[in-house]
Nanobody
Framework: QLQLVESGGGLVQPGGSLRLSCAAS????????IGWFHQAPGKEIEERAG???????????NYADSVKDRFTISRDNAKKKVYRQMDNLQAEGAGVYFC????????????WGFGQGTQVTIAS
């Protein structure tokens, strides 16, 4: 069963950068598409939104319009990790970020298995 652990969250100033990591512990990691989801402050966990996804072989990525050109998703299947580089973070980028995995497609409306999340706080 796919298990995911996020890390790399923390406090960052507006305009700053963070790199989030998502580590897996399954031998078939490359069978899974990995997505990043964002739960904004004040929103319920059911309202978290998909913002980036990368296919199992790393050849295709998909981004929400709100993060295009500022966030980059990548993966290292040998290390069983997925990364998310976030640049020029602004207040709307605060919240909890979850990584999640599923087989098939990068359909954010599909059924995903989520990690526990990592908190990002943006303050000067």
């Amino acid at each position: 069963q796919l298990q995911l652990v996020e890390s790399g969250g923390g406090l960052v100033q507006p305009g700053g950068s963070l790199r989030l990591s998502c580590a897996a512990s399954i031998s078939t990691f490359d069978f899974y598409n990995i997505g990043w989801f964002h739960q904004a402050p004040g929103k319920e966990i059911e309202e978290r939104a998909g913002v980036a996804c990368i296919t199992g072989n790393g050849e295709s990525t998909n981004y929400a319009d709100s993060v295009k050109d500022r966030f980059t998703i990548s993966r290292d299947n040998a290390k069983k990790k997925v990364y998310r580089q976030m640049d020029n973070l602004q207040a709307e980028g605060a919240g909890v970020y979850f990584c999640a995995g599923r087989q098939g497609s990068c359909d954010w409306r599909g059924v995903w298995g989520f990690g526990q999340g990592t908190q990002v706080t943006i303050a000067s």
